[in-house]
């Protein structure tokens, strides 16, 4: 006897303004999406000489969120698997017994980050992931009708403070709706952005909203959500020289902040820019550990504990390759892991760190500062992982 489809039990009204289309709303989402001036610009870039009206006929028959990820999002995410990147490999998800996990992971772009998990999890069998993803990235109506297309849901980010606890409170009950009501697994950033200088660090506040659903506890509120810290580890990072720009222009001008031209131009290039080799690591529920936390704890200090129970687990789970290695001997003027590179390897990333630098385009560029910037980037998963592994 099969199991009813979950996914298909209806999302409470109140959601309506953040949660992905529902399947009868597919037909017409698409629609829209065609007859956007923007994205047929778009489609056409990608497509090069197939004419649009091809993608036209393709849409025919689509009537659900799976079809549309099945026809379009999975040939996408496999075509810049093969373009973009030198594998694709996952460590951990076979162990995955149930499938209502709340992945709480790290994040080089939040894009391409998770479309690349649904393939993973679609590997094994698995129920399509639903994507947390911020409304700063939605610039353009087109993007924000796909990624509705493609089981994400909204986090509304920059509102008054009169408006953020009403919206944190939404988006925690519509998560706790999904991992409990509908049994489907969850991808959330474990901090609002990426950290640019990929020190990467859980932020309270994403825990603290978390935690505003449910009964108990603030530990039995976020044990029940099972969290399962992952770690996202990348061979190169096609926006490096994006942020080492952005760190310079913030160092110059402190009020500095891109313009919705910037967005998009990071957002290109973080699908489809080279990326080396991509792993996924997932740990194990971290129920048990934060049900150990002493309860009668101030709140935030058994937020912090958790926070770093993420980080740990994230740490130590790093896929760590020879540029990480290289990266942190270039910092310190040393040849102190040259046991985990060769000669090639290092040939290799000076060339790409010297291609990657010659592609910002400032006025009066810092190159030292410059440089600094991307090491720290490809040294700071390695400096993480060994400060955990020395305790």
Known sequence: MSKPNRDLV???EKFDAIRPYNDPEVQEAIQSLLKDREFRTMAKGLMGKIPFAILSRLTRGIDSKEKFQHRFIKKLVAFVIWKCTDGLSQ???NEQKEQNNLYITNHRDIVIDPAFLCILLARKHRRIIEIGIGDNLL???WIRTIVRLNKSFIVKRSLHASELLESSQLLSDYMRFVISEKQNPIWLAQREGRAKDSNDRTQKSVLK?????????????LASLHLVPMALSYEYDPCDWLKAKE????RDNPAFKKSKTDDLVNMKTGIFGYKGRVHFAATSRIDGEILSIDSNKPVNQILDEICSIVDREIFRSYRIYPCNYIALDMINGTDAHKEHYTGRDLKKFQKYLDGQLAKIDLENPDWDFLRKKMLEMYANPLINQLNYQNG
């Open 10 to 12: 209806p999302a409470p």
């Open 91 to 93: 460590s951990g998800l």
């Open 139 to 141: 610039i353009k109506p």
């Open 209 to 221: 909203m978390l935690a505003l659903s449910g009964e108990g506890s603030v530990c039995e509120k």
């Open 247 to 250: 760190f310079q222009q913030k």
